[in-house]
């Protein structure tokens, strides 16, 4: 549930400016741990701030701009351990005045008939509150959220090329890096993992008025193994007491794709 307040000004024809402040509610639940007692989970309430611009330019390009702000009362996260068996549990709790605050741009549009362009970057500072201790007992206030990148660039754009009056080519490429993402909520360095790019793309053919289409697909085409979790504190020795779990994004994928609109 989301309650949102917002205003908006015409700068000029092309150009406006907006403001809106929303809270939202996320309901809490009975969690049931293993080998421990049934504890509820509080609800979470995040209220978020933000303003920005968007605007025309070039003829067509579209551009947006915008800072925002964020304030959770008691976040919900997810915390996991590992018992001497090698198996993960992991149970919710919540985690009260977690913040986010950063800046938004997003500019995209048509560089000619054929080419289009979508392009933004993200910078969200997502913190910890003051003197929060971690799983491993140190303090990790005020330092980057659990799976949660600070800094994040997407990009992609289509070639279109006309085959005829009936069908038509395209060749479409997309990508995005993320600065490094920690796993756990503690300081060990091992359970984060460093920052990277994902590059994607397909090159098909469709029908004029794009009701039909068939292409080749590849997905995280340089085979980056993203983990799905890592975690630490398994009962081994050495290196091999940290653990990761990977799902089909964490390696290439390719393949061919039908889609249909009715």
Known sequence: MVLALGAQYDLTSNAMA????????????????????PYVVLPEIPTSYEAGVKATLFGGWVADASLFYMKIDNFQAQQCTVDSNAIISCDQTNINGVKTRGAEINFFGNITHNLSLNTGFIYAKATYPGGFLGTDGTDIGGSQLAYSPRYKFTMSGQYDIPLGERFGGFVSVDTVWKSRIRYEANSLTETTFRPHWMVGGRIGVKTADDRYTVAVFVRNAFNVHEPSLMQSDFPFDGSANIGAIYGPQSYRNVGISLDAKF
Do not use: D, E, H
């Not at 403001?19 to 421990?36: D, E, W």
């Open 18 to 37: 907006y403001a809106t402040v929303s809270r939202g509610f996320k309901g809490g639940q009975i969690a049931v741990p293993t080998n421990a007692s």
